[in-house]
C-alpha cells in the first residue's frame, strides 16, 4: 500500500523555505507540540519558537522555528507562516 501524503509550505515574509509532500509534521503550538498527518480535520494553531519535524518518507527534516507564527491545516494542505526559520 502507498503512503499518502500531503503538501506543506513552510514561509516567512522574505521568502518560501520548504515547498513538497509530506506523510507527518510536529509543530510547536501554545501548549505544546502537536502533530498533523494526512485527513487532518482543518486547524488555525498559533506556533511559538521551536522545532518543525516533517517526515516525507525518508529521514526526519527539522526547521527551527526562531519566531512566533501561524499554521493552517485545510484539505490536505498545510501553510505555516513565521517570521524566522531556518533548516537545523
Do not use: Q
Amino acid at each position: 500500500m502507498a503512503e499518502r501524503l500531503f503538501k506543506i509550505s513552510i514561509s516567512t515574509p522574505e521568502k518560501t523555505i520548504f515547498e513538497g509532500e509530506i506523510s507527518s509534521l510536529v509543530a510547536p503550538g501554545e501548549e505544546g507540540y502537536f502533530g498533523v498527518l494526512v485527513d487532518h480535520a482543518p486547524l488555525i494553531a498559533n506556533l511559538v519558537p521551536g522545532k518543525i519535524t516533517i517526515k516525507d518518507g525518508g529521514l526526519p527534516t527539522i526547521f527551527k522555528c526562531k519566531s512566533t507564527g501561524i499554521l493552517e491545516v485545510l484539505k490536505n494542505n498545510v501553510n505555516i507562516l513565521v517570521d524566522s526559520a531556518e533548516r537545523a
